[in-house]
């Protein structure tokens, strides 16, 4: 069945720091595919979202790019602060469903000052 | 502005009792759904609904029950068969309109045992 692989976490980076987040995922056709924050005791905020290959999704200096060729999409950020820290949760649509959202286990990101 | 609103935001459970976490939204969305978080876990499905009154079991769903008699409303009770249910727990809703459309959050609620 369709699955999503994140990096293990914590990754613990210094404030300013080039971040990256890796997805991979397994599915059938083209997913739509999805990052999610979850900030301390808050529920989960979409970040960005990409529907089909080679598509760039990007909000609040976050980007991903749907790659379909290594079934990845991968979060970056260029430079980070301490209010980045926070668990991401990469997610996929799969192409047979109009209900469900397979999940990654989600990566915890502690930025340090 | 819309959104999903979950309340209580904290509810302790005493044994052998039912309790009821409530969810509403006001984005006009037919889907539904309850998650359960536990610390430094992902997300697991309890139940979803597509429709008013229609639902379906998640991966996790013994323990549980809902209703879906209104599109706003999707109350998720956990009932004393439920023997492990400190958790946080988070409901969401989504657009009909296939697989591109992202599911939205409440804040959750947190749940634990007396």
Request: aromatic share 12%; charged share 20%.
């Amino acid at each position: 069945g369709d699955s999503v692989t994140q990096m293990e976490g914590p990754v613990t980076l210094s404030e300013e720091a080039f971040l990256t987040i890796n997805c991979t995922y397994t599915a059938t056709g083209y997913p739509s595919l999805f990052w999610y924050v979850q900030y301390p005791g808050e529920g989960l905020q979409l970040l960005l979202k990409a529907t089909k290959a080679d598509d760039k999704g990007s909000n609040k200096g976050f980007e991903a790019t749907y790659r379909k060729e290594t079934t990845s999409f991968h979060l970056e950020k260029g430079s980070v602060q301490v209010s980045d820290s926070a668990v991401y949760f990469c997610a996929l649509s799969p192409m047979d469903s109009n209900y469900q959202l397979i999940w990654g286990a989600g990566t915890k990101l502690i930025i340090k000052p | 502005d819309g959104g999903i609103t979950q309340s209580p935001k904290y509810l302790f459970r005493k044994e052998g009792q039912n309790v009821t976490l409530s969810c509403e939204q006001n984005l006009n969305h037919d889907a539904m759904y309850w998650y359960r978080q536990d610390p430094g876990q992902g997300l697991r499905l309890i139940y979803y609904s597509q429709i008013v009154n229609d639902f379906q079991k998640g991966d996790i769903a013994e323990g549980y029950s809902v209703s879906r008699e209104k599109k706003e409303s999707f109350p998720l009770t956990v009932t004393s068969a439920q023997k492990n249910p400190t958790a946080f727990y988070l409901c969401a809703s989504r657009r009909q309109g296939g697989r591109n459309q992202p599911q939205h959050f409440g804040d959750g609620t947190r749940l634990s045992i007396l």
